[in-house]
């Protein structure tokens, strides 16, 4: 069955649910599947409105015992399993057939190799999540494709929705939903449209936010997500993303150890004790943050004042310069060599080069922005 065919048959079956004028699924080499306008739309105009009788949710469907301990995200996994195998006899074949030529499983997956730590560490945290789904799930007897399909539809499609009206957010929590033909607009992060549930209609709502023209993509957005967030969870990226954000506790690790600095082991200790350890993160277009700058004090002075102000002496001023530059040289390091060694993974190579971008650029601004504003020389 081709693409064409499976796409004319799912909007047949949605249609005879919900009619639907304005907006229909296209196929773009840039976006995949997404939805788009077939008319002008005004600012503030509802484009999309679908009932929550159409949602399927974990409330909505039985589909494993409560001794089970299922989460919703898990549930609406093991409800595509099992209306997958169950072929033309499933009230949501269509549906289910559509979700399978849109391939969701990101592309990271299939040929996941030895990642720079920026990616690799979210990876990890990723497929611990994703392996202790399978674990729980192990008694449906899925092939493990099966497996990988649902869990990714349901990671890359789910909204969670608030029935007091609030945004529409993709997260993992138990108000969770599908919502066939809906689930095809795309993230941006300048969104045309906003997503609200309607309490007094029991609809979900897509609202215009600007004009919107024919042939235009009908976007909204997940929240706000980091590049790296993006590729992990949904396996695509965003040039410029003004949410990155670089994580440097490892980094910070190794500078420590090369530089001989003494009782590092307790002083981490003491950035636990107080929350900084946690949050040791380089963030786009910014300075140094409080944390970074604190945890560099520590290990410079010998009367540490969690919360007051670092002082930004030569001492101080010139070792986060030279941490800032030792992180930078160890990522442009790890990246040039992945990006070398992977050559011939062209789709990877080039979302791998995007993040290398981005990433040089959050540096560059962190470091630009803190010898701004300390005068200190570039080297």
């Given amino acids: 069955m081709t693409d064409s065919i499976i796409l004319d048959n799912f909007q047949n079956w949605f249609s005879k649910q919900l009619a639907v004028d304005g907006t229909c699924p296209q196929w773009s080499s840039n976006f995949g599947y997404g939805l788009y306008s077939t008319r002008y739309y005004s600012p503030n ?14 409330q909505s469907i039985s589909v494993a015992p409560v001794e089970l301990e299922l989460s919703g995200f898990e549930c609406l996994i093991l409800y595509l399993i099992r209306e997958r195998q169950k072929g033309h006899e499933s009230v949501i074949e269509p549906y289910i057939q559509m979700l399978l030529a849109t391939s969701p499983i990101p592309v990271w997956r299939k040929y996941f190799n030895d990642f720079p730590s920026q990616v690799a560490r979210v990876a990890k945290k990723h497929l611990e999540k994703y392996q202790q789904s399978q674990e729980k799930l192990l008694f449906i007897k899925s092939e493990e494709n099966e497996f990988q399909w649902a869990y990714y539809a349901v990671n890359t499609r789910c909204v969670s929705y608030s029935l007091a009206g ?13 919502i066939p033909y809906l689930d095809f ?3 941006s992060n300048d969104p045309n449209t906003i997503g609200l549930y309607n309490s007094l209609t029991s609809s979900y709502e897509i609202k215009t936010l600007r004009e919107i023209h024919p042939d235009e993509q009908v976007t909204f957005s997940y929240n706000p997500h980091s590049n790296i967030d993006l590729f992990i969870e949904y396996g695509f990226v965003l040039p410029q993303n003004p949410y990155n954000i670089y994580h440097i506790k490892s980094d910070l690790e190794l500078w420590l150890k090369e530089r001989n600095f ?14 900084y350890y946690t949050t040791l993160e380089l963030y786009s277009a910014s300075r140094p943050s409080w944390t970074v700058l604190k945890t560099i004090e520590l290990f410079i002075t010998e009367k540490w004042q969690p919360n007051d102000e670092a002082e930004e002496n030569d001492l101080f001023l010139a070792n986060l310069n030279d941490f800032l530059t030792f992180v930078k040289n160890k990522f442009e390091n790890e990246f040039e060599i992945w990006l070398k060694e992977n050559k011939t993974l062209t789709r990877m190579n080039a979302i791998i080069q995007i993040l290398y971008e981005d990433f040089k650029m959050l540096l560059n601004e962190n470091i630009n922005m803190f010898r701004i504003n300390n005068t200190i020389e570039n080297v």
């Fill in 262 to 275: 003494s009782s590092i082991d307790e002083k981490i200790q003491l950035l636990n004790d107080y929350n």
């Fill in 45 to 58: 105009e509802i484009v999309l409105s679908v009932p929550s009788h159409l949602f399927i949710t974990p």
């Fill in 185 to 187: 607009v795309n993230h």
């Fill in 166 to 178: 609030e945004t529409i957010k993709r997260d993992e929590n138990e108000d969770l939903c599908l």
